[in-house]
């Protein structure tokens, strides 16, 4: 069974950084893609970033593009998210997660992972 837990979250103001991260149980962390996601109140949850197993591709959705980076550390079983310029719509509670199966390019859609953390709330105060 995997496990995948997130930290780094907290309440900044617009223009801030956070660094989130993701620990992951295991050994076969660095077999699998892998995502950010989010969701914010009232709203469902979205895509952010995905990155490969390698951490050689990755992918942003547009709201981010820029301002985001995806990252991963396969020797400490660990993914970040870099967050920089951080604005108020920004505001949400951020999952990583685990891309279903070995697929050689990461995936959008939440319907492609299995593998989920518990969430860590990012808030953006303007």
């Known amino acids: 069974q995997v496990q995948l837990v997130e930290s780094g979250g907290g309440l900044v103001q617009a223009g801030a950084s956070l660094r989130l991260s993701c620990a992951a149980s295991g050994r076969t962390f660095s077999y699998y893609n892998m995502g950010w996601f989010r969701q914010a109140p009232g709203k469902e949850r979205e895509f952010v970033a995905s990155?490969?197993?390698?951490?050689?591709?990755?992918y942003y959705a547009d709201s981010v593009k820029g301002r985001f980076t995806i990252s991963r550390d396969n020797a400490k079983n660990t993914m970040y998210l870099q967050m920089n310029s951080l604005k108020p719509e920004d505001t949400a509670v951020y999952y990583c997660?685990?891309?279903?199966?070995?697929?050689?390019?990461?995936?959008?859609?939440?319907?492609?992972?299995?593998?989920w953390g518990q969430g860590t709330q990012v808030t953006v105060s303007s």
């Open positions: 990155v490969t197993w390698s951490g050689g591709m990755t």
């Open positions: 997660a685990r891309q279903r199966g070995i697929q050689p390019d990461p995936r959008r859609s939440e319907y492609e992972y299995d593998y």
